[in-house]
């Protein structure tokens, strides 16, 4: 999705490359004392954030709802799941595994020649920044997974504040000033400060979640850099359903009111939303669909941007000769209210017509039918990588074609008669996927590893007892999982 | 470094596009089937690869040193370094905790809504390219770490052979094709060829080790892709070396004759060269650096290329107003001959001619003095980023200013009372660093943890039993480490 374009800046005191470069500075001022925390004192930051988010929950609501339309429900179920988010990296802190601390005692009988001592962990990158997205203002946002993350690695975070909640942003930027140490995270605004903070040389990586163009566009600016830096981007994703025939006549009508919630939930605004239902061809459920959508009114979406980006994508795959339309809600006068949308098509056609596989951010989704198979899988072939594919079946009827479908399928996170909607903040979630769903698919920004995206590995060689980092040492006084001579995990 | 333009094409049927896809084609056939192996049959592929090398070792260092004039005993050794990676990666497998299963169990109490089964694991990314170096014809070759790390983590592998030593590519490729299931390893030549590699669809991740321009024109090329891949560049590095006065006072002798023994080992064609020694104004060691210098004889080059290289960065250094040359060796008439040099100047000097820390791949270094621990500290902050960087120290005695010194300097390995040449082959090792020494600060070319660049993680949610890959069962039949709801390993 596009935001609008930034106001120019007044004046070139406050010209964006300046905003972001007073930004990065207070961060590179944050970064030892925060890499310098013991591991009990940087949890309790992500504690701290967890608290103050509870004490302020309704007010945050409230003015989250006002810039975002979300509904209160949601919103505080948010808050209630970033609260989660910041706890689960507090213990993850605290447990000392994602330091991923590995030591090989010198061995003077090595061949070719005699090893070393070597112990290696992971350390903070330095200060990052951070894109938040439009359609989480609390979980992928100022004190979203991202900023957790970052912050639980040790690393300050300049958060670029999505231009659909500048208010909530700043507000919930006051609320963490006040627990936080001074420059652990700082919080501008506009899109050319954003891009100036991508080419900051303080900044040492990027997180974003957004569109698929904007994110191309900084991952190219993050690579054209004299110093390249990881960028790590959560762009768009189609979220396959695939119902075989055993799933589609055992519980057809289940599937499809399910599916059609999912769609729809939160007017569609998820970047896990089922874009795509496989059926099999004949499989009678016309009806069932037609129903389940109109049954669905028409909302407020995150912003009027929003909507004009949802009737482009929607009008051109309505247009498209080999789509049909199942069910049109009629356009309102109001620029951002949604519009839910059903459309379906042949497997065969979107073999041959890749541009229907395209994103379409709002309560619009394409049905596909397949005749076969091997029409179905060799259609599965053809889908770009995803955050998220699901496969309705039946256990163990469905075994062998279950294993073909999931080999079939590229994405991060494979679901069996589930939905892609309401992604579980667990420390194993994987929120991630190949291209186009991330630009970095061996990360996530989501779970516990994320954190992982902000920190690098450094190997201390016959480094001297008292010379080294705490969780190096043999006495271990962080008492870490210290893994030895590549084995099982021990303290 | 740079290596010579490659021959044109004879005819459009062997262009470097259609002689990369045929490469790659092979190798997106084979990807199922070296997936689909069991850990103790990828373990065992890699074994066989460390038994041929053994079996072959006469022959192949025989091709060796006449390719690349190294030397009998060094490639002698080097080739029971490359099996022993193999044999580590192969260990690796084996003990599976390099798949980094995580398993969260389903909790319908979960705040802010109930969780379901996540079962974590990493799959293979697919096929991947890899840019064999000159300067190591088995261990960062066609056989070497990346290779093993490669397929370890089950990715089939296209090699770019390094025009140093085709001969030797060919004949490592011939006796792995023996014993590696058909089209897990291919072997190209040629730099257009390596080019089209970068950009061939099938390929899902490329590993590079070799000159900072070469290895940032590839990784511009994987970055402008429309499908951007992961590239695994081992660029260049400074590798500084910083001597207390304490050190300076109570071993000074004994330092430089080491510190000369490294700069100059196998020509000093490492990547691990230390090319900067910062002594102690005053030092006293001018005699003892100038005698050791100048024992060391000319020896072969890898090739007249590199003489080249050498030759033109040297005579960069040596002209500009704020170095002094301490000793140069005559040039010789064989362009494929190296002349150790060694050269001097400031601290000072350095801060305000940046244009000073540039690599010269070769026998050479400079000698850097400071007049204070401000001085030195000054100018470790302006170093750019190195895979090494080394502190000899009297401990405890140094113990605060070491601790300064270890913060200043911004490395992927910190040796104390050592030297970076000779990187050992352990599970913990890094061999990684800050840009420019690597284009991924995160990942390592060396060590145990070098297979994680080639994996990338996959969710599964609610998978039936019977459905999930092998290392995510409940009954865990390959007996790999588990780590429960982010909690230690256990299997």
């Known amino acids: 999705m596009s935001a609008p374009a930034p106001a120019p800046s007044p004046d070139g005191a406050s010209s964006p490359a300046r905003t972001a470069a007073r930004a990065t500075a207070r961060a590179r001022t944050a970064a030892p004392e925060l890499a310098a925390l013991s591991l009990p004192a940087r949890a309790e930051l992500l504690r701290a954030l967890a608290r103050t988010l509870g004490e302020n929950a309704r007010h945050l609501a409230d003015v989250a709802e006002n810039e975002t339309r979300l509904g209160a429900e949601r919103l505080r179920g948010e808050i209630r799941r970033t609260q989660t988010q910041l706890r689960m990296f507090a213990d993850i802190v605290e447990a000392g595994a994602f330091l991923d601390v590995m030591i090989d005692p010198p061995d003077p009988a090595a061949e070719p020649a005699p090893r070393p001592d070597i112990r290696r962990m992971l350390v903070p990158l330095g200060p990052v920044a951070v894109f938040s997205a439009s359609n989480f203002p609390f979980a992928f946002s100022v004190l979203g997974g991202d900023t957790a993350s970052a912050l639980a690695a040790g690393c300050p975070v300049v958060v670029k504040a999505h231009e659909g909640h500048p208010g909530l942003s700043d507000l919930s930027h006051e609320l963490a000033a006040a627990v936080l140490p001074a420059g652990a995270l700082t919080v501008v605004h506009g899109r050319e400060t954003g891009r100036a903070l991508v080419t900051d040389p303080d900044i040492r990586a990027v997180g974003f979640t957004g569109s698929t163009s904007g994110g191309r566009a900084l991952f190219d600016l993050a690579g054209s850099?004299?110093?390249?830096?990881?960028?790590?981007?959560?762009?768009?994703?189609?979220?396959?359903?695939?119902?075989?025939?055993?799933?589609?006549?055992?519980?057809?009508?289940?599937?499809?009111?399910?599916?059609?919630?999912?769609?729809?939930?939160?007017?569609?605004?998820?970047?896990?939303?089922?874009?795509?239902?496989?059926?099999?061809?004949?499989?009678?459920?016309?009806?069932?669909?037609?129903?389940?959508?109109?049954?669905?009114?028409?909302?407020?979406?995150?912003?009027?941007?929003?909507?004009?980006?949802?009737?482009?994508?929607?009008?051109?795959?309505?247009?498209?000769?080999?789509?049909?339309?199942?069910?049109?809600?009629?356009?309102?006068?109001?620029p951002r209210a949604s519009a839910p949308a059903l459309l379906t098509t042949t497997a065969e056609a979107v073999r041959a017509h890749p541009d229907l596989l395209r994103e379409c951010f709002g309560p619009a989704s394409l049905v596909v039918t397949y005749t076969s198979t091997d029409d179905l899988l060799d259609t599965l072939h053809t889908l770009p990588g995803g955050l998220t594919a699901t496969i309705h079946g039946q256990e163990p009827q469905d075994g062998?074609?279950?294993?073909?479908?999931?080999?079939?399928?590229?994405?991060?996170?494979?679901?069996?008669?589930?939905?892609?909607?309401?992604?579980?903040?667990?420390?194993?979630?994987?929120?991630?996927?190949?291209?186009p769903s991330t630009t970095s698919p061996l990360h996530t920004s989501v779970g516990g590893t994320a954190v992982a995206r902000w920190m690098r590995p450094v190997a201390y060689q016959n480094m001297p007892e008292a010379l080294l980092p705490e969780p190096l040492r043999r006495m271990n006084p962080w008492n870490v999982p210290q893994r030895v001579n590549g084995g099982s995990e021990g303290r």
């Not at 494979?414 to 996927?433: F, Q």
């Open 400 to 435: 062998t074609l279950a294993r073909r479908l999931s080999a079939a399928l590229s994405a991060g996170r494979l679901i069996w008669n589930g939905w892609p909607t309401g992604v579980a903040v667990t420390p194993a979630m994987h929120h991630g996927g190949p291209w």
């Open 225 to 334: 850099r004299p110093d390249p830096i990881p960028f790590y981007g959560e762009l768009g994703s189609l979220n396959p359903v695939v119902v075989t025939p055993g799933a589609c006549a055992e519980r057809g009508a289940d599937i499809v009111s399910e599916y059609i919630a999912s769609v729809t939930l939160s007017q569609g605004q998820f970047c896990t939303k089922p874009g795509l239902l496989f059926l099999p061809a004949g499989h009678g459920l016309e009806g069932q669909l037609r129903r389940a959508i109109a049954a669905v009114p028409p909302g407020p979406l995150l912003g009027a941007w929003i909507g004009t980006a949802y009737h482009a994508t929607l009008g051109q795959l309505v247009a498209h000769p080999a789509v049909h339309a199942m069910h049109l809600t009629p356009r309102q006068d109001d």
